[in-house]
């Protein structure tokens, strides 16, 4: 029997079959934050269940944190009793916690690959839907419910029907300024936010192979966007160098033994996926999003198209648009670069070589937010914070921020803000706000020209 990359994995976890049933997965790692874990705590306490393994739980603080002056107590009430509650929790387990200002601290989906304890072949859960980031490493990762983080606590295992199949294939050569934002918002806007409802989603193909495990992050992180449980990338030789020599990554011979275990995990060449799209990399240009969900994305210079869909027209005006116009042009107040999609070293790397040497506009408030601790620190080693303070963008501390409004870090009602993260649902970042999805070369040229424009004739 030929298998995919998934099926691979998966079947090397299944502990038990149920007869006409679900199976029983085995979690290797289990990563935790602040907001998802309290009540699974609390309900393994009062039934007197212990948690069978704290040694495959991580656990980091991210979601509602303060961005500023991280060193001072946190003056948010809720925040506050959250990362109290984190901290007791995991002292009385026994858990390993990055908690805030912790040198290993940050954003639970960008800290656990950079210090290697994301690795290929696992399966990986998180209470939270953005999971999927892991994939990039040839890992089945996924978002689980709060019953279910008890349950993994419980027994380190879940009880799950298998996933049917999917793989996108996008060959060919990406053109000039089209980054891996673009890639996944492009593939979005074609396939739909529900293509890959039931499915895990293997993505190949010369692009993905092509691009730095940062990039592949980028693409799983935003599986969940279209639907899917998951996203996969065939481990290679880019993803054995990233790994090695990180802080809980296998060292010296033990590491060559798990790169020939990692070389299987590809799919077979006859494997059968019960669905399949492809697509060319010369149709991708850079995109941003113009409606309430990651589906609605145009190329830049695109016009928004036009519908009589009830919910497309009520998205439209949620966001101000009008069916047929363009977006280029379009002023915009905020600007945020950061999220588990698009705050690693190498989307500040890209911001900071468009803005060196220029200045954001007066109308603009941008924020930049690294995802970790270790991220700031790159930024700083690079001088990186220096070509930023210069043109006026506000580096902040690591943390999910103006993501998902649950911090200080919010929109206000009305603005529109370029955003780097994941999700343009309505009031995703702050009651009433407005969000247009786009890469951070994207958002840079926007908070530095104060309105949307064309990209692609601003690159030499």
């Known amino acids: 029997m030929k298998k995919t990359l998934f099926d691979k994995v998966w079947d090397a976890h299944v502990v038990e079959t149920i007869e006409n049933g679900p199976e029983i997965l085995y979690i290797d790692k289990h990563l935790i934050h602040e907001v998802t874990s309290p009540q699974a705590f609390q309900e393994l306490e009062e039934r007197g269940i212990p948690i069978l393994r704290p040694d495959k739980i991580v656990a980091t603080a991210d979601h509602n944190t303060p961005t500023l002056n991280q060193h001072l107590p946190v003056k948010d009430l809720l925040s506050r009793n959250q990362l109290k509650q984190l901290a007791e929790n995991c002292k009385k387990n026994n858990i390993t916690l990055y908690e805030l200002g912790h040198k290993y601290n940050g954003i639970v989906h960008v800290m656990a690959p950079e210090l290697g304890i994301t690795q290929p072949g696992m399966t990986i859960v998180c209470g939270d839907s953005h999971t999927s980031t892991h994939g990039a490493f040839g890992t089945i990762a996924f978002g689980i419910g709060t019953s279910q983080v008890a349950q993994v606590f419980a027994s380190q295992c879940l009880l799950l029907k298998k996933p049917k199949k999917m793989r996108v294939t996008v060959n060919g050569e990406l053109k000039n300024g089209v980054l891996p934002k673009d890639v ?148 915009i107040n905020y600007v945020f670069i950061g999220s588990c999609t698009n705050s690693r070293i190498e989307d500040f790397r890209v911001a900071a070589n468009f803005i060196r040497g220029k200045q954001k506009a007066p109308n ?97």
């Not at 200080?408 to 706000?433: A, H, L, M, W």
Request: glycine share 10%; with cysteine.
């Open 364 to 460: 603009v408030t941008a924020w930049l937010v690294p995802g970790s601790k270790q991220v700031e620190s790159q930024i700083r080693e690079e001088g990186l914070d220096d070509i930023f303070a210069e043109a006026g963008f506000q580096l902040r501390q690591p943390g999910c921020s103006a993501c998902l409004a649950m911090n200080d870090d919010k929109i206000p009602q009305g603005e529109y803000c370029v955003s780097t993260s994941n999700r343009n649902f309505e009031g995703r970042q702050g009651q009433g706000s407005r969000t247009i999805l786009a890469s951070p070369l994207v958002a840079a040229a926007t908070a530095v020209e104060g309105k949307i424009i064309d990209i692609t004739k601003h690159l030499n």
């Open 184 to 331: 996944i918002l492009y593939i979005i806007s074609k396939i739909g936010t529900n293509a890959g409802t039931g499915y895990f989603c293997e993505y190949a193909g010369d692009v993905f192979e092509n691009m730095t495990m940062e990039g592949r992050m980028t693409v799983c992180n935003m599986s969940i966007e279209m639907g899917a449980r998951g996203g996969m990338i065939a481990p290679d030789e880019t993803t054995f160098e990233y790994v090695a020599g990180r802080k809980f990554a296998p060292q010296g011979e033990e590491f060559n033994k798990k790169v020939e275990e990692w070389r299987t995990l590809k799919s077979d060449p006859e494997a059968v996926f019960d669905k399949e799209y492809e697509f060319d990399a010369a149709d991708i240009e850079p995109m941003i999003t113009y409606g309430t969900n990651p589906g609605m994305g145009i190329k830049i210079n695109e016009r928004i198209p036009i519908s009589d869909d009830k919910s497309f027209e009520k998205s439209l005006e949620y966001m101000g648009f009008e069916a047929g116009e363009t977006l280029l042009d379009k002023p």
